[in-house]
């Protein structure tokens, strides 16, 4: 009996092997299919052995006999016994005193057969495992000193062997089941580390299944925005634009108006399909609101918003850029700079639109690659390096992506501001001009 294995089920019969770890309870490990047969394995051997010792004693007409047989039943009883009771398999005070039935019904053998000494191996390996370790190698120990006395009690000569079989026996059984135990929980290292990478890749699916639905809704959002909205836009202006040239009367007036109202039904069906499709943030309102909400939710420093200028529809690519360097900036502002309060303010301009925050943080040198002490890359509001931040390289990105302008203003202990510049597109300045135009 080389390894032994986890114990089965309390339903299922047969004991619990010595090399399971000890410190789980018995009924919450399940068993293989080789611990199964490891465990069939101890029966057999114990078994075995009794039928070894019963038979050398009648076959051998010893002249006690009948006691060698009569303790090897008792001792296969009290085996049974154990095996078929639940609570030895739940309980370590239950197994130590299965244990002591055991030890007792294994000293009477011992008492009148010296064929009992080959009963104590597999008893090692049941102390070993019912009992926590240390109690489990005393109990090897005095197992072993029991079989070393009983075999000198039954012969005349002490040899080597007699002292070297059983205490062989007894290091071989806690060498085994320590080993057994290092496997087992680099097994169970492994199996939570295989169980932890198989949950880590489901999420990191699912969050790029979900960056990819936004990407493409904000691409769709950008492509109808810019082509089939922009054109019916500039048709419905154009045609205005002629019923107004054409005099009153004139035969063709109804068809413009009715060609009119269908490109206004349509430019309506488009912005429908652009708000559907932009993002969750911007569904259930404009750019300013949802700045605003961004600056009531954040924990931490006072947040506050402004809004400068007269606010006009942005193209959905440029509320989007916006919206997430304001998330960015903010984000920062909360993990690093340790700031007391910040500022968002939206301004539009003739020919441009502008974010500004700015935040009375820790600041940091723009021009230094190397972070702060204790401080991550890019610390601040939107902080970012060569050397590994993602805050600002992300922002500036986006910005100039959009043909737009970056800027990054702090020092440290003075706070910093965070601001980017778009240029708004030439057809959505023609468009606006031609409207107050007419």
Request: glycine share 10%; charged share 20%.
């Amino acid at each position: 009996m080389t390894a032994a294995a986890p114990p089965a089920p309390p339903a299922a019969p047969g004991p619990p092997l010595a090399c399971a770890p000890p410190a789980a309870p018995a009924a919450a490990r399940s068993l293989t299919p080789v611990s199964r047969v490891l465990r069939l394995c101890l029966h057999a051997l114990l078994l075995g052995l009794l039928a070894l010792a019963a038979g050398r004693a009648v076959a051998d007409a010893a002249p006690r006999a009948a006691s060698v047989v009569a303790a090897c039943a008792l001792l296969a009883a009290v085996y049974a016994a154990g095996v078929r009771a639940p609570a030895v398999h739940r309980s370590q005070r239950a197994g130590a005193v299965w244990l002591t039935g055991l030890g007792a019904a294994w000293a009477g053998l011992l008492a009148v057969s010296p064929d009992g000494l080959w009963i104590a191996f597999p008893l090692y390996f049941l102390e070993l495992h019912l009992l926590r370790l240390r109690w489990g190698v005393a109990a090897v120990a005095v197992t072993a000193c029991a079989a070393i006395g009983g075999f000198l009690a039954h012969s005349a000569a002490a040899t080597p062997g007699a002292f070297l079989g059983p205490l062989l026996g007894g290091a071989v059984a806690v060498a085994t089941v320590l080993g057994y135990q290092a496997l087992y929980r680099e097994s169970e290292r492994r199996r939570q580390l295989i169980e932890e990478l198989i949950t880590t890749r489901a999420e990191l699916a699912a969050a790029e299944r979900g960056a990819g639905i936004l990407a493409e809704r904000e691409r769709l959002a950008r492509e109808i925005h810019d082509t089939l909205a922009q054109g019916l836009s500039s048709i419905q202006l154009l045609l205005r634009a002629a019923e107004r040239a054409l005099p009153e009367g004139a035969p063709a007036l109804p068809h413009i108006a009715r060609a009119r109202q269908a490109a206004q039904d349509n430019l309506a069906e488009a912005r429908r399909f652009v708000r559907a499709l932009t993002p969750p943030d911007l569904e259930h309102g404009s750019l300013a609101a949802a700045l605003e909400r961004l600056c009531a939710g954040v924990p931490g420093p006072r947040v506050r918003f402004s809004l400068s200028g007269r606010p006009r529809e942005l193209p959905t690519p440029y509320e989007v850029a916006l919206l997430r360097i304001a998330q960015s900036a903010l984000a920062n502002v909360v993990r690093h700079a340790r700031a007391g309060r910040a500022e968002i303010t939206l301004t539009f301009m003739d020919a441009s639109v502008t974010l500004d925050v700015v935040d009375d943080g820790d600041g940091f040198d723009p021009s230094s690659a190397v972070p702060g002490p204790g401080r991550d890359p890019g610390a601040g509001s939107g902080r970012g390096s060569a050397d590994g931040g993602f805050g600002l390289p992300a922002m500036r990105s986006r910005a100039e992506t959009l043909g737009g302008l970056f800027t990054v203003e702090s020092d440290p202990g003075q706070g910093t501001a965070v601001a980017v510049t778009l240029p708004l597109p030439l057809e959505r300045l023609e468009h606006t001009h031609t409207v107050e135009a007419l």
